[in-house]
């Protein structure tokens, strides 16, 4: 952790709404003129899309070790501790990025399915926005989480996570169902053992509950909308959190908790919006008294 240059990370599988939380930061980064340095968690992938596809042929056969994106195997866990470590420090760093799609292959100059170079950071940003599936990974030997000033988790019930992944890779990369739980099945070791360990350890969790039917998830056909679903933030430190102004700005909202407030599913990103944007400005002002 640093006050010259802090560090945001939002945790939290794919499909799991770290779009909407990316879209929230980016309306406040923009709104406040900050300059954040992005780092995306795919481009701390260990492997491209075509060895890491091999190595779990390689596993499924019993040639080599189980591996998944959600453990250390597939990611350099320690490389980002570093570089969030020489940030948290200095204000420096380097980074590349995964190539997804042919749009990104065009826009970036390579393959979908591999990484660009690694580059020094733009020098001057005022933090580091870092999103992807370890921002909060601790381990005997790494930890991530220590360098982090804000951590949020975003993740949905664990049923719910399972439908938009199904819907996701069947629709839009044309696996079979049976594939897709085959995925899920491998990775669940790995989920249960490095990924939600994480969730504990933020210091805000959004976590989405539908509110129809998804007890069967392997026979929805449809992802539950924003309006069939509401969101349960969690608070790990409440004090100096203003729940009064929060409950009035967001309708039909409610406290579960001393430390949980529901909101309405399509109001996650206005909550968003409310709550960290005075955290934010809080980091930027501790930033400006370091220097």
Excluded at 113 to 134: C, I, N, R, V
Excluded at 161 to 172: A, G, M, N, S, V
Aim: with cysteine.
């Amino acid at each position: 952790m640093s006050q010259r240059h802090p560090i945001i990370a939002v945790t939290g599988s794919s499909g799991a709404g770290t779009t909407t939380v990316m879209k929230s930061f980016a309306h406040i980064f923009r709104r406040d003129g900050i300059d954040a340095q992005v780092i995306e968690g795919d481009s701390f992938h260990r492997y491209g899309r075509t060895e890491m596809r091999e190595r779990v042929q390689a596993a499924d056969r019993g040639t080599g070790p189980a591996i998944s994106h959600f453990g250390p195997e597939a990611n350099l866990l320690g490389e980002l501790a570093a570089t969030f470590a020489e940030y948290a420090g200095h204000g420096t760093g380097k980074v590349r990025r995964y190539i997804h799609d042919a749009a990104e292959a065009k826009e970036l100059g390579g393959e979908p399915g591999t990484f660009t170079d690694w580059q020094a950071m733009q020098p001057g940003s005022d933090l580091l926005f870092y999103e992807g599936l370890h921002g909060g990974y601790v381990a005997d030997d790494v930890d991530v989480a220590r360098h982090v000033d804000l951590l949020v988790g975003v993740v949905p019930i664990i049923n719910l996570e399972w439908i938009q992944k199904l819907h996701r890779d069947r629709h839009q990369r044309g696996y079979s169902q049976d594939a897709v739980v085959d995925t899920i099945l491998r990775r669940m070791p790995d989920y249960v053992n490095h990924i939600c360990p994480q969730f504990s350890r933020t210091h805000v969790n959004f976590q989405r509950v539908p509110t129809v039917d998804t007890s069967n998830p392997f026979i929805a056909r449809d992802i539950p909308s924003a309006d069939e679903s509401m969101v349960v933030i969690r608070f790990r430190d409440p004090k100096g959190i203003d729940f009064p102004y929060l409950l009035s700005m967001l309708h039909d909202s409610w406290m579960s908790r001393p430390n949980n407030i529901v909101v309405p599913g399509g109001k996650m990103g206005l909550a968003m919006q409310l709550i960290f944007t005075p955290m934010i400005l809080r980091l930027m002002d501790l930033k400006r008294r370091a220097h």
